[in-house]
């Protein structure tokens, strides 16, 4: 009876065989628009990094960082309800509040677990989730892992999520859960609607807005920034390893009493290790940085409509959206790993998604925009881009 790696290896082989393996590429510079390659010895521009503000390399953002691996240790050593608690943890999570207007906040080791952390903790038997087709892996999972009922409403359709709302008006809490920006699509969420709903229906939305900080709004303080409803998001999931700094960690934000009961349920925060100092003190001072430049975020909005212009004079169809994501739909799997090998020779390091990342047939190449890209930069990206595109039969 073969092995379980042998079982295993027979399905990497087929994957490697109709060209949809995913291959790890090692970078060996910090990450900026441009990055050293080990594979190819060489430097490429990078479109495919969350580092949306360019922040992950900011002496201001290492010096902090370096500063608490001094002052606190290279790791916490404990949960937080132990001994895991440190400064600045306070620091940081009255930071985050303050960004998102809300009364209080509390960091997780990444946004996936706060996301599965916060859903099964508010929601169980009794309650009803309601949540966009679209929604990223971990919300999905947080849901899954709740004893409520689950409901599944049509991407971005107000309709279809009253209709489920309706059929839940029996449930004992009511929580429409969504993305701010959808990662896959660079589409937002329709939230004057979505919290119009919710009022009418006595339900509590939770937002993931990891790719709407420092991204969306005259402020990059999210998608409830660009929709001036600033505090009026029950409860709102983050990360601190996009535009805020490009480490890791993650976060909710909402009432005070939503925190504190976190602190006394929600199974991450009781059996993980606390967020690392180093990583909360360099995200601070990424608030920080955000907060005193707000061109940083003038500058990606400018950045990115150029690349969207770009794209479409060129024969392209990118995906609609105000956010930092550009997607270019290409179909097959395979297809979308060839474009991007073919553009990584180019110099060109982005990303192709295929399935079960986006569904079968909307393979894409993901374009994210950066704040300290170069019109320069993007002009070479974009000469580039049209060249495979063309040698491809794309355009």
Wanted: hydrophobic share 40%; proline share 4%; glycine share 10%.
């Amino acid at each position: 009876m073969p092995t379980l790696a042998t079982q295993l290896q027979v399905e990497l082989d087929t994957l490697r065989k109709a060209g949809t393996l995913k291959t790890l590429r090692h970078l060996a510079s910090p990450m900026d628009t441009r990055v050293r390659m080990q594979e190819l010895g060489r430097e490429v521009l990078v479109l495919s990094s969350n580092n949306y503000l360019g922040l992950a390399n900011h002496p201001e953002v290492i010096a902090a960082g370096q500063r608490a691996l001094e002052e606190y240790g290279a790791g916490t050593a404990s949960v937080r309800f132990i001994c895991g608690t440190f400064t600045v943890h306070e620091e940081i999570e009255r930071k985050i509040a303050d960004l998102h207007r809300t009364e209080a906040s509390l960091t997780y080791p990444s946004c996936w677990q706060a996301n599965t952390g916060l859903i099964p903790a508010i929601a169980g038997e009794g309650d009803a989730l309601i949540s966009d087709a679209l929604n990223h892996a971990s919300l999905i999972d947080g849901c899954r892992m709740s004893k409520a009922k689950r409901a599944v409403y049509k991407h971005a359709d107000i309709a279809d999520l009253e209709a489920k709302l309706k059929e839940a008006k029996d449930a004992r809490r009511r929580f429409i859960i969504t993305d701010g920006v959808f990662s896959m699509e660079g589409s937002i969420a329709p939230l004057p609607d979505i919290l119009a709903l919710a009022k009418k229906y006595d339900a509590t939305v939770v937002m993931d807005d990891c790719h709407g900080v420092g991204v969306m709004g005259k402020h990059g303080r999210g998608t409830a920034d660009h929709f001036g409803v600033e505090g009026e998001v029950d409860i709102i999931t983050g990360t601190l390893g996009k535009a805020l700094g490009g480490a890791a960690g993650g976060y909710i934000a909402g009432p005070r009493a939503l925190i504190d009961y976190l602190n006394q349920v929600s199974r991450p925060q009781l059996f993980s290790n606390a967020l690392p100092a180093t990583i909360a003190a360099s995200a601070g001072t990424a608030i920080d940085i955000l907060n005193r430049e707000p061109q940083r975020v003038v500058r990606l909005h400018a950045i990115t409509a150029r690349m969207r212009e770009g794209l479409r004079t060129r024969g392209f169809s990118p995906l609609d959206g105000p956010s930092a994501i550009v997607p270019i739909i290409v179909g097959d799997t395979a297809f979308a790993i060839q474009m991007s090998q073919k553009l990584l020779e180019e110099g060109i390091f982005v990303t192709g998604f295929g399935y079960p990342v986006v569904p079968e047939g909307a393979a894409r190449l993901r374009l994210q925009m950066c704040a300290t890209l170069t019109d320069e930069e993007v002009d070479f990206a974009l000469e580039k881009i049209a060249k495979v595109g063309k040698e491809l039969g794309v355009i």
